[in-house]
């Protein structure tokens, strides 16, 4: 079964750091590009960041909102993908959630997601 | 960036009934060298990640009922539940692919009338 958990969610205060996790299973996680979504509460989604797979180089790019403050990686040995968010302010309080897309930019699979809350 | 904009905001539709949700481009997301549009849409329930139900515009994903169906291409794109289903009250949104920053429309709900 192709599957995706992140985990890593919580409450931080405003200019606090926090690392999510995600971790695949039921496919070829190293030959996926990834990526992290979110969605505020009551909102849309809102793309963040992709990494590519290592054949291509392990390339990222991010949305403008978060370039500087987030940083995604992977570990294929691990089949995990991460995304540290630092300097973090209220406004990325969403429910984050990881998604494969394999060769194109259409995220299939996703995960559940998990909560982060900015806030004092 | 590539704006995406949908219509209507929201609709409700009798059980049975079509229902067609409209999603705008702010440029071409038609790709010349290979004539795709890089056109994706999802279906997201309460409390559930999205779903890809589309994408190129018109590719149905596997396992998506066939009562679903895309069309469009360039700058206009239309998502037509054929025969609405009690299971199929969500919230809609297109997305394109053919550049980063990827983007998503805002989104219509379906409800059922």
């Known amino acids: 079964e192709v599957q995706l958990v992140e985990s890593g969610g919580g409450l931080v205060q405003p200019g606090g750091s926090l690392r999510l996790s995600c971790a695949a299973s039921?496919?070829?996680?190293?030959?996926?590009?990834m990526h992290w979504v979110r969605q505020a509460p009551g909102k849309g989604l809102v793309w963040v960041s992709r990494?590519?797979?290592?054949?291509?180089?392990?390339?990222?790019s991010y949305a403008a909102s978060v370039k500087g403050r987030f940083t995604i990686s992977r570990d294929n040995a691990k089949n995990t993908l991460y995304l540290q968010m630092n300097s973090l302010r209220a406004e990325d309080t969403a429910v984050y959630y990881c998604?494969?897309?394999?060769?194109?930019?259409?995220?299939?699979?996703w995960g559940q997601g998990t909560l982060v809350t900015v806030s004092s | 960036d590539i704006v995406m904009t949908q219509s209507p905001d929201s609709l409700a539709v009798s059980l049975g009934e079509r229902a067609t949700i409209n999603c705008k481009s702010s440029q071409s997301v038609l790709y010349s060298s290979n004539n795709k549009n890089y056109l994706a849409w999802y279906q997201q329930k309460p409390g559930q990640p999205p779903k890809l139900l589309i994408y190129w515009a018109s590719t149905r994903e596997s396992g998506v009922p066939d009562r679903f169906s895309g069309s469009g291409s360039g700058t206009d794109f239309t998502l037509t539940i054929g025969s609405l289903q009690a299971e199929d009250v969500a919230v809609y949104y297109c997305q394109q692919y053919y550049s980063t920053p990827l983007t998503f429309g805002p989104g219509t709900k379906v409800d059922i009338k």
């Open positions: 039921g496919f070829t996680f190293s030959s996926y590009w």
């Open positions: 990494i590519n797979s290592d054949s291509d180089g392990s390339y990222t």
């Open positions: 998604a494969g897309s394999s060769g194109h930019n259409w995220f299939d699979p």
